[in-house]
Structure formats: structure tokens, C-alpha cells
């Protein structure tokens, strides 16, 4: 028989002692709650928690450990109309559970109305048999000598991956592990990842998710994970050894595996809404335990839900509890799983305390005064769907963003939009109109070309339009058009002119992307040609239109990635920790950043006016001041001159008069077909071709002359 003892209001959820667990769960609404025990069997043992504090409900069961299924069931209030949906007749997900089995199974009865399709009242029927279960976890983990690899912001490479997406087909893992956690520990795995250069694996939601209904019915599924019921938990599907409680362990070795390889890990986190969806979803766990708490109600009418994230509900960031338990959230991911850092899905919503985005909103206030969360990598996805939810560049001081005004500039500017050369170069350089004004440096600027969300980097160059039919949404949904790329044909095509074309136009937009100050981010499978046959919203794709074929790799794409990559990293003159100034460097007749006409002439305000202008030489000047590295040591650098042509004919450069003596190299030709970087000497005292649409890549091989040096006069040095 077992004993119920008092126990302690915290920490919420299920913690395991060695001797016994304590549980202990938030309603400020609840009447009675109880702790429901499942064996392997599914028999049911329900034992009322003895104690109330704080609005905590709590106790302690001596003898159950690790591996132990468990829910609640709450006795309150069935008011719809005033916000409340208690239903002990449904069993919940403990929203601190550190392990959730199983899948919810779509049945009437997780529901907690009459649904028209079933004549029968569920809201009586036990909800036990068809949805997943809490688990006790073990948080005892041998990490050794594990430690966070510290790679600043500015230094690094992003690399947004799906967990599954990423080995689901890799021939060199072992099936049993391909799509999962410990597939990505693989050495095949950790090969790419280091020989491709990046720095920090971006992981799409790995919270545990739930397949809502209407994607089950068309046998698919919530293959992005945007749809989160445990934000303790790592998602089982993910995990090759069990969900009892193996895939924490499983998660942990995958963590540890990229550490060891240099390699950060963070987080896609969705803490602006949960998957139980509008007033007509299931009843799973927020919803049952405190409806009123967890969401934000409509005023006029509380059996609706006010939606900022277009997924049917939107966390109530004013209640103490819902800040509570994101807080507690990314505490454990860093403390217990130790992630480094987290890209906030929406995050817009999340600064929503009544209507309006607030900047200095709760949220982010308890963000700067925590010790341990303030000092992981934070990334705002800067946007919601709501009135003002679009917020690039409004986010406070900690925070970096995915720059979607960087992605628009770049795309505008590489398929030929007229009136696009201002921003490109404003984006190029790290958006200081941007972020410069609230004390941010460029590693502010997450820049990306393309993301999970979208077409792929060789989708983007292939096709004009979306071809999204295998969604089930007869091609409605996702971004309506992809714009004339001009290169030639849609989608599948053997003319060798066009392929060419695309090849160049995938290399140019990685190309631009490393070349700009900022942090770049790059979408996993771009630099191998990866194609989902013009789908631009694949978000239930879990097959291989989403997977990686690891079969049909561009071996040339993948080559120039990883040597530009590796370029990249290796001068700091591409990585910036402070803004160019326009300024003469101290020291040197030159400015840090020069922008040019192709004839040499520094560019006037007329020139950027010009509306049909495509092409400009960028000179970056890496005897600018580029202060110290980590480890204290003054930084210097190269010199470079980039040749950029976005028209679709040949061009000619020169370079300006006072380079022209010195000694330069061609670094890479986006125009070049081989594999191979190859470093070329430049012949200053001709001009200089380029393709259509290239960016060549010059470098200087000399030392900058000083203000004494061998130039006629300092008017002939910008």
C-alpha cells in the first residue's frame, strides 16, 4: 500500500530523491488534485496530494523511482465561459515532467465537450488510455569533462538542423540510430559538422510535441515540432534507447558528443504557445490544471483565446507562473542538459503583457536579472502574427536576432530588384541602423539567407513558385510566391545554361552570406544541394522530401561551403566585434569599409541613388582596428576587395588608383566551376572581369602603406 507524505511545494514536478519521489504541480483554481501511478499494464493507482501552498499542490511517495508513469487529475471548475476547464475525468501531462511516453491517440475522449462527429458525451470518459505519460527521471549523468566550447557570438557559424532530418538517410549511421539523438553524436555525424566548419547546431524544437489531430487523419505529421507539451522534456521520438526516461540519458550523450567536437548546441524553443490549440482542442495538460493561469483569455467572451502565434492559443505572459515555468525551463536546459544557448520561437508574443509588444516587457526583464540565462546565446525570432508583432531590431541589449530584413535585402539584391543596393550594403555590413542604437554590436544580426521555414537555398534559385500539394492544404498555404529568379526554366530541368545559373546563384547567396558582418546561419542541407521539390512549407513532411539524401550531394557546393566557411573564420576581418566607422584608420590614409563604382570611384550619393544599379567593389580593410581575441591577442588581418555583379551580363572592375600599386590575389570566383579555392594573381593595371551575377574575392598582399608611404599624396588614398 502506499503512503502519501506531505512533501514539498518545490520544486514543481517530479523529483526523485534516491528514496522516494516528491510531486508537487500549480492550480490556483484546483479544489483537490490527484497523482495517478501507472504500471506496465496500465493498471491505475490515484493518490490524492495531501498538501496545498502557494496555489502548489504536493506530496511525497516514498519507494518509486525512476521509469514510474505518472499524470494528475484535477477537481475544479467546468466554466468554460469564465475561463475554466477542470476535468478529472482527464488525465494530464505534468508540464515539469523531465520524460513523457507515448503519443496522444485521437480519440473523443481527450476532449472535454460533445463533438458534433460523436454523438457521445466524452466528457465523462477517462482520457487515461489515449494520451502520454509523465515520467519519473533519474538526473544523475556522468557528464566527465564535459564544458561549454565558449565560442563567442561573434566568432560563430550557426547551423540549423532537424534532429531526424539530418541522419534519417545518412548510409555511414547505423539504422538503428539514423533520426535520432544519438544519430547525431555518430562520428559520421560530427565529421560533416567539423569538416563543414560551423561552430553551434541550431536544433528545430526537440520539446516534447504533439501530431494534432487533423494532420494524423491525412497520415502526417508535426514534423517541425512547432507544437510543444513538454518544455522539460526531450521529444522520445528522437531517441533509439526508450522513452522511459533513455531519452534524457540519450540527449545528454548527444550534448556531450558535440561539446567534445567543439560544437555548441541551442535550442528552437516555442514558449508562446502550447499544442492544445484553440477552445475546440484537447484538454492535455495546461488547459486542465488551470486554463485562466496558463492562457490568455478573450475579455469579451473566456471560452475564446486571444492568438498572436496563428496556432489557435498564446501563453498568458502576464501570470508569475507562466513566466515561472519558462524560467525554470531554460534554468534546466542549461544547468541539467547543458545547452548553450536558445533561439526564441516568436518571440514577439512573448513580450506581449497586454496588447502592444513591450520592449520591457516581464519576460525579458527576468532574462537580465537571471545569472544563468542572461549569459547563454539568446535569439529573438523578432516577429508574430499580431497587430505590431514585427520587431527586428526592437529587442533589448542581450538579445540577437534572426534578421529577416537581411534575408529580403540579399534576395531582393541577387535576383536583380531594382532600388536594392542601399540596403544590401546597410545589410552587408551588420545592419548598424539596426541595432547600433541600443548598444548592440553586429553579432546582433543573426543573418540568413534562407531557413526551416521556406525553400531550400537550391529550391530558392529553382523555382517561382510554391509547390506545397503534399501538405493536404490544396497548395494554400506557406508564402505565395517566390519572385522571378531569372533562372530560366521552373523546377527540374537538364538545360545545362540554367543549371549553371542556379549553381552560380546558390554560390553568390552563400557567398554574400559569410562575406557579412554579423553571424552567419546557415539552413542544414543547403551546402549539399538538398531540394524538397519546391515545397516552402514543409512542416508535416516527415519523409524524405524533408530528410537529407545523403545519396545526391552537389560536391562542388559543398566544397566552396567549406572553404568559404573556413575563409571566413580564419580573418576576423569578416567578423567584426565593433561597427565600421566609414573612418580613416589611425595610422593609415584609408577608411575602414569603401564602396565603389566599377570604375573605381568612390561611390557618391548619386551613385546609391541610381535605381537600377546591380554592382558595386566593397574594400574592407583589415588594418582596421579589429581589437583582441579571447585569449588577449591583437588581431590583424588581410586586406579584401570584393567585385560584386548581380547583373545578368559580364563587367568589368577597376580598382581604385591608390590600390592599384599594391599586390592582389583572386581568392574565389562564384563564376568558377571547380571545387578548388585557387588563389590567382590579379593584374591591377587592367580591369578586372567578372561573370554575370559572381562575386569575385580579392586579397591584398602587401601591407596597407602608411600616410608616408609610397603614394603621391593622401588624396589619392580614400
Not at 506530496?59 to 508513469?69: D, S
Not at 476532449?111 to 488510455?129: F, G, L, N
Not at 502592444?356 to 525570432?381: C, W
Not at 537550391?458 to 533562372?487: I, M
Amino acid at each position: 500500500m502506499l503512503e502519501v507524505w506531505p512533501g514539498s511545494p518545490y520544486p514543481l514536478g517530479a523529483s526523485y530523491d534516491g528514496a522516494g519521489t516528491n510531486f508537487s504541480v500549480f492550480s490556483e483554481v484546483a479544489a483537490k488534485v490527484e497523482l495517478c501511478l501507472f504500471d506496465a499494464d496500465d493498471h491505475e493507482t490515484r493518490l490524492r496530494l495531501p498538501e496545498v501552498n502557494a496555489h502548489c499542490f504536493h506530496g511525497y511517495v516514498p519507494g518509486i523511482g525512476p521509469g514510474q508513469r505518472y499524470g494528475f487529475r484535477v477537481y475544479g471548475p467546468h466554466a468554460p465561459g469564465a475561463g475554466h476547464r477542470c476535468n478529472p475525468h482527464k488525465l494530464l501531462i505534468d508540464p515539469y515532467a523531465r520524460a513523457i511516453d507515448g503519443d496522444v491517440r485521437w480519440h473523443p475522449a481527450v476532449y472535454d465537450y460533445p463533438r458534433e462527429a460523436h454523438p457521445e458525451d466524452t466528457r465523462e470518459v477517462d482520457s487515461a488510455p489515449y494520451v502520454p505519460k509523465s515520467v519519473i527521471v533519474d538526473p544523475s549523468f556522468d557528464w566527465g569533462a564535459d564544458a561549454p566550447p565558449g565560442t563567442p557570438l561573434h566568432e560563430s557559424v550557426i547551423y540549423e538542423m532537424h534532429v531526424k532530418g539530418f541522419t534519417a538517410r545518412h548510409p555511414d549511421i547505423p539504422p538503428e540510430l539514423r533520426g535520432t539523438y544519438a544519430g547525431l553524436a555518430h562520428p559520421a555525424a560530427l565529421d560533416h559538422l567539423k569538416k563543414l566548419g560551423v561552430t553551434a547546431v541550431e536544433l528545430m524544437p526537440i520539446h516534447q510535441i504533439v501530431h494534432r489531430e487533423y494532420l494524423v487523419e491525412q497520415d502526417l505529421k508535426n514534423y517541425w515540432g512547432y507544437d510543444s507539451i513538454g518544455y522539460f522534456a526531450p521529444h522520445h521520438a528522437y531517441s533509439s534507447s526508450g522513452a522511459g526516461g533513455q531519452q534524457v540519458v540519450e540527449f545528454k550523450e548527444m550534448v556531450k558528443a558535440l561539446h567534445a567536437a567543439g560544437i555548441e548546441v541551442y535550442l528552437d524553443v516555442v514558449y508562446n504557445h502550447t499544442a492544445e490549440g484553440n477552445h475546440m482542442g484537447p484538454n492535455l495538460a495546461f488547459r486542465g490544471l488551470d486554463n485562466a493561469s496558463y492562457y490568455r483569455l478573450m475579455e469579451g467572451d473566456r471560452r475564446y483565446y486571444e492568438d498572436f502565434t496563428g496556432t489557435g492559443n498564446s501563453l498568458n505572459m502576464r501570470s508569475p507562473f507562466v513566466l515561472q515555468i519558462i524560467m525554470d525551463s531554460l534554468r534546466y536546459w542549461i544547468g541539467e542538459m547543458h545547452v548553450d544557448g536558445f533561439r526564441f520561437d516568436l518571440a514577439s508574443a512573448l513580450a506581449r503583457e497586454l496588447h502592444a509588444v513591450d520592449r520591457l516587457a516581464a519576460f525579458f526583464d527576468l532574462i537580465q536579472q537571471d545569472p544563468i540565462v542572461r549569459r547563454a546565446k539568446l535569439i529573438a525570432e523578432p516577429w508574430d502574427i499580431g497587430d505590431g508583432g514585427y520587431q527586428v531590431g526592437n529587442f533589448p541589449p542581450l538579445w540577437s536576432e534572426w534578421n529577416g530584413k537581411y534575408r529580403d535585402a540579399v534576395r531582393d539584391y541577387w535576383r536583380g530588384a531594382e532600388h536594392s543596393l542601399p540596403d544590401f550594403a546597410r545589410r552587408f555590413t551588420g545592419s548598424a541602423d539596426l541595432y547600433e542604437s541600443t548598444g548592440r554590436r553586429p553579432h546582433a544580426s543573426i543573418n540568413f539567407v534562407t531557413a526551416h521555414d521556406g525553400f531550400t537555398l537550391r529550391d530558392l534559385v529553382s523555382y517561382n513558385q510554391k509547390h506545397n500539394l503534399a501538405n493536404g492544404e490544396d497548395n494554400r498555404d506557406g508564402e505565395s510566391h517566390n519572385r522571378s529568379w531569372n533562372c530560366g526554366v521552373e523546377g527540374i530541368t537538364d538545360d545545362p545554361e540554367v543549371l549553371a545559373l542556379r549553381s552560380r546563384q546558390q554560390r553568390n547567396l552563400l557567398a554574400t552570406l559569410f562575406l557579412s558582418q554579423g553571424v552567419p546561419m546557415l539552413v542544414s542541407g543547403d551546402e549539399l544541394g538538398r531540394t524538397q521539390r519546391g515545397n516552402n512549407n514543409a512542416y508535416n513532411q516527415d519523409s524524405e522530401l524533408s530528410w537529407i539524401d545523403w545519396q545526391k550531394i552537389d560536391d562542388r557546393l559543398l566544397s566552396f561551403t567549406q572553404q568559404l566557411v573556413h575563409l571566413t573564420r580564419a580573418h576576423p576581418v569578416f567578423r567584426r566585434r565593433r561597427w565600421f566607422k566609414g573612418h580613416v584608420v589611425k595610422g593609415t590614409p584609408y577608411r575602414d569599409i569603401g564602396w565603389f563604382t566599377p570604375t573605381g570611384e568612390e561611390m557618391t550619393d548619386a551613385d546609391w541613388d541610381v535605381g537600377y544599379a546591380k554592382s558595386l567593389g566593397v574594400f574592407i580593410n583589415g588594418s582596421s582596428p579589429l581589437g583582441r581575441d579571447r585569449f588577449g591577442r591583437e588581431l590583424t588581418d588581410s586586406t579584401f576587395f570584393a567585385l560584386i555583379n548581380a547583373w545578368a551580363d559580364p563587367l568589368s572592375f577597376r580598382l581604385p588608383a591608390s590600390l592599384m600599386k599594391l599586390r592582389w590575389e583572386s581568392v574565389f570566383d562564384t563564376a568558377d566551376t571547380g571545387k578548388e579555392f585557387q588563389a590567382v594573381p590579379v593584374f591591377t593595371d587592367r580591369p578586372i572581369e567578372t561573370a554575370g551575377r559572381s562575386v569575385v574575392l580579392l586579397r591584398c598582399l602587401d601591407t596597407l602603406p602608411g600616410p608616408d608611404g609610397d603614394a603621391e599624396s593622401t588624396e589619392d588614398l580614400f
